[in-house]
């Protein structure tokens, strides 16, 4: 069984191979936000279900959307706790949860799936909530 470091590079590159860039520190967000409208932010999880389930949501949404964000985003809590702290501010009033995954519009959360919806509702489910919102929204 791999440890929780040995995980982390295989949760980044399934997040890479989707297209989202990963984000390390305050100010790669904040120039992330000043340059992008539209941006799903994901905060990632080392804990296997919730973290699992997320990553299938993203897929599928971003496969079935006719429009997608302009930029996809990721920072692993535990890694890249600078980025995460910043996203988790972006994301207020929304409780700081991870997994979380946030829809956020010129600097606004749009849509925000917390970890207690992203293990109890299928990824099916939230992906087409996901894929509704970034019609409406990107």
């Not at 305050?26 to 120039?31: A, S």
């Not at 979380?100 to 489910?125: F, N, T, V, W």
């Amino acid at each position: 069984m791999q440890s929780t470091e040995e995980q982390v590079p295989i949760l980044d590159e399934a997040l890479t191979s989707m297209g989202f860039t990963l984000l390390q520190t305050k100010q790669q967000v904040d120039e992330c936000i000043q340059r992008y409208a539209s941006i799903l932010a994901f905060v990632d999880a080392q804990c296997g279900c919730a973290g699992n389930a997320a990553r299938e949501c993203m897929a599928m949404a971003l496969e079935l959307s006719s429009k997608n964000p302009e930029r996809l985003v990721t920072a692993m809590v535990g890694s890249e706790d600078e980025a995460v702290e910043q996203l988790w501010e972006l994301s207020r009033p929304y409780p700081r949860t991870s997994p979380a995954i946030a829809l956020i519009k010129d600097g606004i959360p749009i849509l925000h799936l917390e970890r207690y919806q992203i293990k109890s509702i299928p990824p099916e489910e939230l992906a087409h909530e996901l894929c509704h919102a970034m019609n409406t929204h990107c």
